[in-house]
């Protein structure tokens, strides 16, 4: 059965020491069967994650929506900032976990909802985020000039 698409920030917490995994998703279901079968196969790019669900086990990981929202991007950084899931006392989601927390591409353009496009690098494995601006001077310098 084929659930509808739920948009929105979620969690990924490990029931023992409480650590946290925070991502958005325009899909938060696919995202969980993703996360699920990359921990499964010992193939997730979150090396913290993966550690601690080896040792440890599915049991003691639970995943959850937080909340359900279109503005997941925003709403997914003042999740990460308020439980301080970027430090590794408290979570996961230390570099260079994706769901990046990259805020600016590397020429200083800001990953907007607008300007972010989303891309599965299947090479290494990563969901990374495409900085439009970025990605249509690269269209423009490919154009010949006439
Ligand atoms: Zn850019």
Do not use: E
């Given at each position: 059965m084929k659930r509808k698409p739920i948009a929105g920030v979620y969690q990924i917490r490990q029931?023992?020491?409480?650590r946290l995994y925070i991502g958005g998703s325009a899909n938060i279901y696919k995202r969980f069967g993703y996360h699920k079968s990359r921990l499964r196969t010992n193939k997730h790019w979150c090396k913290p994650l993966q550690d601690a669900w080896n040792t440890k086990?599915?049991?003691d990981f639970t995943f959850m929506i937080i909340e359900e929202t279109t503005e997941y991007l925003t709403r997914e950084k003042a999740y990460i900032a308020s439980s301080k899931s970027n430090n590794p006392e408290y979570g996961f989601?230390?570099?260079?976990?994706?769901?990046?927390?990259?805020?600016?591409?590397r020429h200083g353009h800001e990953y907007t909802p607008e300007n972010t496009r989303y891309y599965y690098?299947?090479?290494?494995?990563r969901i990374q985020r495409i900085c439009r601006m970025c990605n249509n001077h690269r269209y423009k310098r490919k154009t010949p000039k006439i």
């Open positions: 029931i023992s020491t409480g086990g599915y049991n989601n230390t570099h260079p976990c994706a769901d990046s927390i990259k805020t600016h591409c690098n299947n090479s290494n494995d």
